[in-house]
């Protein structure tokens, strides 16, 4: 049984910070693609950050430089260091694994970040 499981949304000032992680178990890590996405109320569910097994990483535009995301294959989990946090980052981030051999994919069951003006 596959389980993402998140922690450390919450709410924060803007230009504050938080640490999101994500515990995955039941999936062999090293050969999933782990990512977050986001998604703000009305809209559409976006990527924001992806980090293979290797360390290589991509960003969407509106976070790159802000947000780090990392992952440890010895402790099977994915953060997400979130800095200098904007009221538009507002949104439930939901953790994502993707396995490489047969692009399954996998979802957390997401955790709410609100970011206050």
């Known amino acids: 049984q596959v389980q993402l499981v998140e922690s450390g949304g919450g709410l924060v000032q803007a230009g504050g910070s938080l640490r999101l992680s994500c515990a995955a178990s039941?999936?062999?890590?090293?050969?999933?693609?782990m990512a977050w996405y986001r998604q703000a109320p009305g809209k559409q569910r976006e990527l924001v950050a992806a980090?293979?097994?290797?360390?290589?990483?991509n960003y969407v535009d509106s976070v790159r430089a802000r947000f780090t995301i990392s992952r440890n294959n010895a402790k099977n989990t994915v953060y997400l260091q979130m800095n200098r946090l904007k009221p538009e980052d507002t949104a439930v981030y939901y953790c994502?694994?993707?396995?490489?051999?047969?692009?399954?994919?996998?979802w957390g069951q997401g955790t709410q970040v609100t970011v206050s003006s």
């Open positions: 980090i293979t097994s290797g360390g290589s990483t």
């Open positions: 994502n694994a993707r396995d490489v051999r047969t692009q399954t994919n996998y």
């Open positions: 039941g999936i062999i890590f090293s050969l999933n693609v």
